[in-house]
């Protein structure tokens, strides 16, 4: 190969006079870390004379230019409309809220409801809520309710955890994910979420868990049994199930 071996090796110096160019972008700077763009405007405030190009080109070689963090490439699952089933347990959906007790201490609620009939079928209100405790969760509102088709959910760490998704396919209960950042996908448990934090979370100041599970529970039978839905032709959930 014709090929000079120093075309490998030589790196090419910066001219002398953009010495006075680099001087006068650090300078520009300072002890800010400022991005190319705003270098150039500072730069030309201060010596109208240099060019954008010219300063671009030796502040690229200089290496001030700013890391650039790469987006992680995010893979998603299909659309997951949400759609209101034909009878009742035959799609569930969960979901999280957070709230405080009175004196700081946070706590959370996972809400269950039969998106069929817009039913409450559960609220588990605890300090936090690992997988372990999802389960148990789902397995006394199985027990009192009967078995779902399919629970639909969000993307959340204690929904698409092994243990959770293991469970779930050894009692044949489908997973039906929602897409990440759309939660109209989960429009129904949404709706539901917005009525209770109304009606609940912002109405009352809690002292303990026990206080919250005790207004919360006298909220569900209110829920189920007196409260009209437009979307059930003015029913309530149990008059519609019925």
Not at 7 to 29: G, S
Not at 182 to 210: C, G, H, M, W
Request: hydrophobic share 30%.
């Amino acid at each position: 190969m014709n090929c000079s071996r120093t075309n490998k090796y030589y790196n090419k110096k910066m001219p002398k006079k953009d010495e006075v160019v680099k001087e006068v972008i650090m300078n520009a700077m300072g002890t800010s870390r400022i991005g190319r763009r705003k270098v150039i405007v500072k730069v030309r405030r201060r010596n109208p004379d240099l060019g954008s190009s010219r300063i671009r080109r030796v502040y690229e070689k200089s290496g001030f230019s700013l890391y650039k963090r790469h987006k992680r490439k995010r893979f998603n699952n299909p659309a997951n409309p949400v759609s209101v089933p034909i009878e009742k347990n035959q799609e569930w959906a969960m979901d999280f809220m957070s709230d405080a007790l009175v004196n700081g201490s946070k706590i959370r609620t996972l809400n269950i409801i039969d998106q069929y009939n817009r039913k409450c079928i559960s609220i588990v209100i605890e300090r936090s809520f690992p997988s372990r405790k999802v389960i148990e969760a789902v397995k006394k509102a199985i027990h009192e309710h009967g078995k779902p088709k399919g629970i639909r959910t969000d993307n959340g760490p204690e929904f698409t955890s092994q243990v959770f998704q293991q469970w779930l396919e050894d009692n044949g209960i489908e997973w039906i994910r929602i897409q990440k950042g759309k939660p109209q996908q989960n429009a129904i448990v949404e709706r539901f979420n917005r009525t209770f934090r109304e009606d609940i979370l912002d109405a009352y100041n809690f002292f303990s868990l026990d206080h919250a599970r005790e207004l919360t529970s006298d909220w569900i039978n209110n829920y189920n049994d007196d409260r009209p839905h437009e979307a059930l032709n003015y029913k309530t959930p149990n008059e519609y199930a019925a």
